[in-house]
């Protein structure tokens, strides 16, 4: 299948500070791509749909201002955490989406902020 | 979005065994798929049925679908330790929205 890659794996930031996770869809064009958010021994929960060249569809309760989303290129997602606080410390996954909606999950982002 | 909602949320079981868990959906779908997630990692996808489809297999993997149920279950047969992890399914669709997932604990 195809391969989605996150960007880094894991990271530890202060309070306050930003961080930005890349997702990257590695051998096919994916117009969306997803982010979701997963805490301890929870599903995962979507937090909004990335699409190529237009504004992010965030879902009810995500701050859009807090989690920046762009979609650049059609291989490219990025999610920025801004002012990080302890509690936004979570497993945050991307996937992208083929021509007939099958997602690709990348392997995932652990997120500790300090 | 839609949705599916598995069940049992956890299951524990002896290796050898065979794992059973269900997924139920509410809207009219045209294909299924189940995933799964071990610990700490990413999703990885496993096997999808089509609606005109009732059973169908992937290695140890058995699933089956009932579109006059809106149901679907995933069989692990002779179950291993590495199968332990969490188990999701859900329609295809243009935007995937997850259960809480089935917790599989295989014991050694």
């Known amino acids: 299948g195809a391969v989605v890659s996150q960007h880094p794996s894991w990271v530890i930031c202060k309070s306050g500070t930003s961080v930005k996770i890349e997702c990257r869809s590695l051998?096919?064009?994916?117009?969306?791509m997803f982010w979701y958010r997963q805490f301890p021994k929870q599903s995962l929960m979507l937090m909004a749909t990335?699409?190529?060249?237009?504004?992010?569809?965030?879902e009810q309760g995500v701050e859009k201002d807090k989690f920046l989303i762009n979609h650049a290129s059609l291989t490219l997602s990025t999610l920025t955490v801004t002012s990080a606080h302890p509690e936004d410390s979570s497993f945050y996954i991307c996937?992208?989406?083929?021509?007939?909606?099958?997602?690709?999950f990348g392997p995932g982002t652990r997120l500790t902020v300090t | 979005s839609q949705q599916g909602e598995e069940d049992p949320q956890a299951l524990s079981i002896q290796e050898g065994e065979n794992a059973t868990m269900n997924c139920s959906y509410k809207?009219?779908?045209?294909?299924l798929q189940w995933y799964r997630q071990n610990s700490g990692r990413g999703l990885v996808h496993l096997i999808l049925?089509?609606?005109?489809?009732r059973e169908k297999h992937s290695g140890r993997l058995r699933v089956t679908l009932d579109t006059s149920k809106k149901s679907s279950s995933l069989l692990i047969t002779a179950s291993r330790a590495a199968d332990t992890a969490s188990y999701f399914c859900?329609?295809?669709?243009?935007?995937?929205?997850f259960g809480k997932g089935t917790k599989l604990t295989v014991n050694p």
């Open positions: 996937s992208a989406s083929g021509p007939a909606y099958e997602q690709y």
């Open positions: 051998d096919f064009q994916a117009t969306t």
């Open positions: 990335s699409n190529e060249g237009s504004k992010a569809t965030y």
């Open positions: 809207t009219s779908i045209n294909n």
């Open positions: 049925i089509r609606s005109n489809e």
């Open positions: 859900g329609p295809r669709s243009e935007k995937l929205v």
